[in-house]
């Protein structure tokens, strides 16, 4: 099993990743930035609950994140195609 300790840091780089990235979509000047930053925190938390359900044991989280990914990555694409103005 992986260690505490190895899961505290994990958290906490985390919590700086989506810091940092919620910093760049509140400055960022063009609309790719806050998706690209967007993405990245919807990802961030999809790696909290992967380590709270890593933590805790529960494994019905882990249904939960595979459908999360997937709308998440549908997502990222439908941002991709807005910053594109529609294009393909």
Known sequence: MI?????????????????????????????????????????AIIGFIALIGLRTGIEALFDIILIATLLGFMAAISMARLGLGGRR
Do not use: N, Q, S, Y
Request: glycine share 8%.
């Open 3 to 43: 260690g505490e300790i190895v899961l505290e840091i994990a958290l906490i780089l985390l919590a700086v990743g989506m810091l940092l990235a919620a910093i760049r979509a509140w400055l960022g000047p063009r609309i790719t930035d806050r998706a690209v930053a967007a993405d990245l925190i919807f990802f």
